[in-house]
């Protein structure tokens, strides 16, 4: 144990030997051990500055402003409005805030499936290719082919594939199958609501599939070993020991396939256009149409707000609970 | 010395940063100068069959208008759907090409922005005067008293195309003139899989332009004359009812074209499974679909009653794309000879033909390659029976919200669910809130 000193240990011993010199040929070491971290961050804090923050501020100010198409080419100087985009925007029995609420309700139920099929789907992919067989390799990386895939080419063909009268969806099920009566429609309506799921899914769950594989690795085998020596089927070791080890990533996971989910932009947008059904409105969507294509960039900029708010109030006291619970479990 | 670096790296930094902030502030600077004279950027609209063939088209003649002035023109073509956000984004950033297309409805509300050059009499001087274009052209180039934001480059009518075979074989011996016709037409026309009108029930603007002259036709203008929106009155909504009962009522348009909004309607005209439809110059992209164009025919758009003209006969909207000039240009001079190269009579002639449009220039106007029967009928149009769009700055945002609500109206209708006035008042109402207040 005391053969190796710690560097602290060592450094003291230092001092004492040569009281005069220490300081002044440690002090630019201990300088550049104290400012290198930041130093390395700094390139990073930079972009996180021009990139997030700075729109982020200017959203927050546009927000009190009555920004519409007589402001656009000098906006700076556009009129303070107060509160009065906020009031519009949380009317909800004005159709502004109506339609909002209906957005929102619809993001979260929409949020809520995506997350937990990208999940259950990830999950059971990944335990079922812990087990060692033959053509394992390629069905991993089919798996992730989602995942590796442009969003707009995907997404797009997607599209194609869900048109009513030339789409395969409805070649397969109206025409080979028979399943409906008349082939229905997965663009426009209630089932645009289902078109987005089945595309978000398909596009989220290898994310959690590789998140998933990467937590199984660190789970000892000899665990699962004893377990099978005590007698545990296959669903007790994945329900007592598999799930339990994969909290921490699983939080994570949940956490990052939230926000990612509730504020996609992408897939609604490639596959409904400037538009989106009632049904398969997105909060990011309904953003977008407010600002960009009403001009009404002050009522949107209030939206943006009040949905960031969300996101770090719900974050934050997801965080809160299930550290909490962590930590009681380890305790 | 590691300290000064620190505060060197944090210096440059924040001054990036508010370099940043100051670019994002957008450039507030009066008109143009001619700093670069040298070379000019052009955004066209697409008004091809795909981009490359815009390049083919426009490309010559920028070389022409090179070796005329030594002006270098570097063009792009933006797509349709993207053409609007670019601008608004060029506006606000400052850093937008030289000259540009707009969509001709879209005149009033980037007027409003600021971003445009005003064609006030000194600049339309430099491009052979106000009397060089057509009246009913002008009509969408800004809000009337102001001067224009823009100048009429290419001009489109709506007509009614049908299929000739189609209708010979449904023993139909002339087209319809009146919507009465239109639905009786339909029936006749609407069997095996094959129907009789085509729609573009999610394309926004398209359901405006078809509302706007139905609203027209019942006397609805969609906007007060002080310019208030006014979306719900009862000439609206019977317009914009009449307009979906094609489908939900009268059955004469196919379901699946409730989702169409990339043209297949054109497609399907093209491919014989629609018998006619109600579009603006679309004989170019009949051709690039392999019709020939003796297989079809063209018929002024149809009206309530009577003869089509102006006032409640109206029977187009006076489409079209303008020609405008970013006022905070480098190169002022060389995009005022730009403009006035692409009015020019020679000019105007080739690129309307080679898009089957029609010159909103007058001495162009008048060449025989636009007195075809086709195009006869888009010039008749345009002259007696075509209205502009409400030039008000709110337009923009009236094809959105309205045009949104005439997309929810084609999915309710096919989906079987009941389209009645109290529905689609109750659509129009929603939509009439969803407008900036002023």
Known sequence: ?331 | MRRIRVAAVGAVTLSLVLGAAACGGGSTDGSGSNEQPKTLTYWASNQGSSLEVDKQVLQPELDKFEKQTGIKVKLEVVPWGDLLNRILTATTSGQGPDVLNIGNTWSASLQASGALLPWDAKNFEKIGGRDKFVESALGSTGVQGQDPAAVPLYSMAYALYYNKKAFADAGVAKPPTTWDEVIATGKQLTKDGKAGLGVEGSNLSNNIHQVFVLGKQHGADFFTADGKADFTSDGAVKAVKQYVDLMADAQIVAKGNAEYSQNQSLSDFAKGKTAMVLWQTASATFAAQGMKEDEWGVVPAPVQSGAPGTGTSTNSMVAGINMAVFKNTKNIDGATKFVNFMTGDEEQKVLNKAYGSIPPVKSAQTDPAFNTPGLAVLRDTLAKSASALPQVPEESQFETVVGTAVKELFADAAAGRPVTLESVKAKLEKAQQQMPKK
């Open chain 1, 1 to 331: 144990m005391t053969t190796t000193a710690p560097p602290r240990t060592g450094k003291r011993t230092v001092r004492k030997d040569h009281p005069g010199a220490a300081p002044r040929t440690r002090r630019p070491g201990r300088l550049r051990r104290i400012s290198l971290p930041y130093l390395l961050l700094l390139p990073a804090l930079v972009l996180e500055l021009l990139v997030h923050l700075i729109p982020m501020v200017i959203g927050i100010v546009v927000s009190f402003k009555e920004l519409t198409q007589f402001y656009l080419r000098d906006w700076s100087n556009a009129p303070w409005s107060g509160l009065d985009n906020y009031s519009l925007t949380v009317d909800f029995d004005a159709p502004v805030g109506e339609a909002l609420l209906s957005s929102f309700f619809t993001t979260c139920l929409f949020t809520f499936f995506s997350v937990g099929l990208c999940w259950l789907i990830g999950t059971a992919a990944a335990i079922f290719m812990q087990e060692t067989f033959r053509g394992r390799g390629i069905l991993r990386t089919i798996f992730l082919v989602p995942y590796a895939l442009p969003v707009y080419a995907a997404v797009i063909t997607w599209a194609f594939m869900f048109q009513r009268d030339n789409g395969l969806v409805n070649h397969v099920i109206h025409d080979q199958l028979g399943l409906t009566d008349s082939p229905p429609f997965w663009l426009i309506g209630d089932n645009a609501f289902i078109t987005l799921l089945v595309v978000s899914v398909w596009k989220g769950w290898p994310f959690a599939f590789l998140i998933m594989m990467a937590g199984l690795q660190n789970i000892p085998r000899e665990i699962y070993e004893a377990a099978a020596l005590d007698g545990a089927g296959v669903w007790q070791q994945i329900r007592r020991i598999t799930l339990p080890s994969l909290r921490p990533v699983n939080q994570v996971l949940i956490l990052v396939l939230f926000l990612w989910t509730f504020n996609d932009f992408n897939t609604p947008f490639v596959l409904f256009g400037k538009s989106a059904p009632a049904s398969a409105d997105l909060i990011s969507i309904h953003i977008y149409q407010s600002s960009f294509q009403t001009w009404n960039f002050g009522t949107g900029s209030a939206m943006s707000v009040l949905l960031l708010l969300f996101l770090l109030v719900v974050t934050g006291l997801y965080l809160l609970f299930t550290s909490r619970g962590r930590s009681a479990t380890d305790a």
